[in-house]
């Protein structure tokens, strides 16, 4: 499925090859105890999981026009196990705060890059942004958000326009092209996918990304005062 629900980077279309799928809902053929699927990082396991099974000569396939939405009723999930949060001073007495999942992200990009670098492009973390945040001030943040960039020459996109028959219906892509305004993948050669397309020529992960970290930007403060015991509170509060 896409990796988020907003229809300006969604199409009628399908991508086939090195696509990145959501890790919310995946499935796969088990291609043996040869070439198992073992998962090495904690974090970003979605990414790792595609790239093994595209190293083991296996494809991926995405449908563009199909996602996951997620409604958190309360706190936990998988945020629950990042809990401990640490600000590091610099010599210019500026502060710095990481996200404990954005410290996990990063070392789990850094590993795939290294391990798959026929796959791989490159690793980039979300922009840096100045915050206040509970007991510790004005704090420069990193956020969450990190990036695998996958070889955009490993995709192929399919538009609906180039499908048709029983194949067509399997996927509910047999819409009338008058519906949906969408042409032949020839007809979109060239063309990215709304502003910030990345570098597998899709533009869901900036989208996925925003969406992330307007998620966590408030809580951020929580996780502070999570980590922190009732004497450790009444201190800093002195």
């Given at each position: 499925l896409y990796g988020v629900c907003n229809a300006w980077?969604?199409?009628?279309?399908?991508?086939?090859g090195l696509a990145k799928t959501t890790g919310q809902l995946q499935g796969y053929v088990n291609p043996g105890?040869?070439?198992?699927?073992?998962?090495?990082?904690?974090?970003?396991?979605?990414?790792?999981?595609?790239?093994?099974?595209?190293?083991?000569?296996?494809?991926?396939m995405r449908v563009n026009y199909l996602a996951v939405k997620?409604?958190?009723k309360g706190r936990g999930g998988c945020d629950s196990s990042f809990t401990q949060v640490s600000v590091e001073k610099q010599r210019d007495g500026h502060k710095?705060?990481?996200?404990?999942?954005?410290?996990?992200?990063?070392?789990?990009?850094?590993?795939?890059?290294e391990r798959f670098p026929e796959f791989?492009?490159?690793?980039?973390?979300?922009?840096?942004?100045?915050?206040?945040v509970p007991l510790h001030g004005d704090v420069i943040y990193h956020p969450p958000g990190w990036r695998v960039n996958f070889n955009k020459r490993l995709l192929k996109?399919?538009?609906m326009?180039?499908?048709?028959?029983?194949?067509?219906?399997?996927?509910?892509?047999?819409?009338?092209?008058?519906?949906?305004?969408?042409?032949?993948?020839?007809?979109?050669?060239?063309?990215?996918?709304?502003?910030?397309?990345?570098?597998?020529?899709?533009?869901?992960?900036?989208?996925?990304?925003?969406?992330?970290?307007?998620?966590?930007a408030d809580s951020i403060g929580f996780l502070i005062l999570n980590s922190l015991t009732r004497e450790e509170i009444r201190e800093k509060c002195k």
């Amino acid at each position: 499925l896409y990796g988020v629900c907003n229809a300006w980077f969604m199409s009628h279309s399908y991508s086939v090859g090195l696509a990145k799928t959501t890790g919310q809902l995946q499935g796969y053929v088990n291609p043996g105890k040869d070439a198992g699927v073992k998962l090495s990082v904690p974090v970003m396991e979605d990414y790792e999981r595609c790239l093994i099974l595209c190293q083991a000569g296996g494809t991926s396939m995405r449908v563009n026009y199909l996602a996951v939405k997620t409604v958190n009723k309360g706190r936990g999930g998988c945020d629950s196990s990042f809990t401990q949060v640490s600000v590091e001073k610099q010599r210019d007495g500026h502060k710095i705060l990481r996200h404990p999942r954005a410290v996990m992200e990063a070392q789990a990009a850094k590993s795939l890059l290294e391990r798959f670098p026929e796959f791989v492009l490159s690793a980039t973390g979300p922009t840096p942004k100045e915050k206040s945040v509970p007991l510790h001030g004005d704090v420069i943040y990193h956020p969450p958000g990190w990036r695998v960039n996958f070889n955009k020459r490993l995709l192929k996109k399919v538009c609906m326009g180039d499908v048709c028959g029983r194949f067509a219906t399997a996927l509910g892509l047999d819409i009338p092209e008058a519906d949906c305004g969408e042409g032949t993948s020839a007809d979109r050669e060239g063309e990215e996918d709304g502003p910030g397309a990345g570098a597998d020529g899709e533009g869901e992960e900036d989208g996925a990304a925003l969406e992330d970290q307007e998620a966590e930007a408030d809580s951020i403060g929580f996780l502070i005062l999570n980590s922190l015991t009732r004497e450790e509170i009444r201190e800093k509060c002195k």
